[in-house]
């Protein structure tokens, strides 16, 4: 048998034992989806608070952006979006934008009770809590998005900047 064959068969073998673990494992993700709340209705709005921007003194509760915000001495990270940074933007327009996404967050989380939903990771590299946030079961991330304010988070940064 010639090398190119002896490797193709190989490449072939590999793909068929994999292709039911293609199959089982969506579906298996469903009952553990179901059973750790992912596949379930959003959560019940039982969190409020007043949050202030945050500034140079501890952070207990308040808003450091647009998607990053402390509350009861815990930093969360809204985990389905990503908005412009101000802290080392790369362009002024991303500044600005930057800027009024943390307003606008701040005004949403203040606007009433809310609840939290955990997603398939619970912290990012960072430490900071991951959550979806949600008020009478409507994504507030969504809503920034659907502002401009916030891009949908795709597993990397997308660029603010013309």
């Not at 140079?56 to 809204?78: E, N, P, Q």
């Not at 809310?114 to 969504?142: H, I, N």
Request: charged residues 25%.
């Amino acid at each position: 048998m010639s090398f190119k064959s002896e490797k193709q068969r190989r490449a072939r073998t590999a793909r068929r034992s994999w292709s039911p673990w293609l199959v089982a494992l969506p579906v298996a993700a469903i009952p553990l989806g179901i059973a750790y709340g992912w596949a379930t209705m959003p959560p019940n709005d039982d969190i409020e608070a007043s949050f202030p921007i945050c500034g140079i003194s501890a952070r207990i509760t308040c808003v450091v952006d647009g998607d990053t915000f402390w509350l009861d001495g815990v930093k969360y990270r809204i985990a389905d979006i990503d908005t412009p940074e101000i802290s080392e933007p790369r362009c002024a327009e991303e500044k600005a934008l930057g800027e009024q996404a943390k307003i606008r967050l701040q005004s949403l989380l203040n606007a009433g009770p809310f609840g939290f939903k955990a997603g398939f990771r619970d912290e990012d590299k960072y430490g900071r809590k991951l959550r979806d946030v949600y008020r009478s079961g409507q994504s507030l991330g969504a809503q920034l998005v659907d502002e401009g304010l916030a891009h949908r988070w795709l597993g990397f940064k997308q660029s603010w900047c013309g």
